[in-house]
Nanobody, 128 residues
């Protein structure tokens, strides 16, 4: 089992920044690819960003150039730095972990069913 706990959400004005953190425990963190997803009210959960075990990074188009995902294996933590926030970024943000091998490319990381473990989510609200 892997336990994931997100933090760092909050209320921010448009154009502002937030940094989300996701602390993992329970298994060897470096063995897992990590992803960030978000879900707005009435909408499906959508992919935001992912970082593989080897450090390959993927973003959905709407956050490219604004969000940065990173991981610190020594701290068992994955981060999502969010800059130039927009009201449409408002959602509950979830981190997730998957033990993926033998798969490469964006399609290995952008789908929720591929992930084995999920955090409880943290609310991000961007006011206009």
């Amino acid at each position: 089992q892997v336990q994931l706990v997100e933090s760092g959400g909050g209320l921010v004005q448009a154009g502002g920044s937030l940094r989300l953190s996701c602390a993992a425990s329970g298994r060897t963190f470096s063995n897992y690819a990590m992803g960030w997803f978000r879900q707005a009210p009435g909408k499906e959960r959508e992919f935001v960003a992912a970082i593989s075990q080897s450090g390959n990074i993927y973003y959905t188009d709407s956050v490219k150039g604004r969000f940065t995902i990173s991981r610190d294996n020594a701290k068992n933590t994955v981060y999502l730095q969010m800059n130039s926030l927009k009201p449409e970024d408002t959602a509950v943000y979830y981190c997730a972990a998957q033990n993926v091998y033998g798969c490469s490319g964006y399609g290995c990381y952008d789908r929720p069913p591929r992930y084995n473990y999920w955090g409880q989510g943290t609310q991000v609200t961007v006011s206009s």
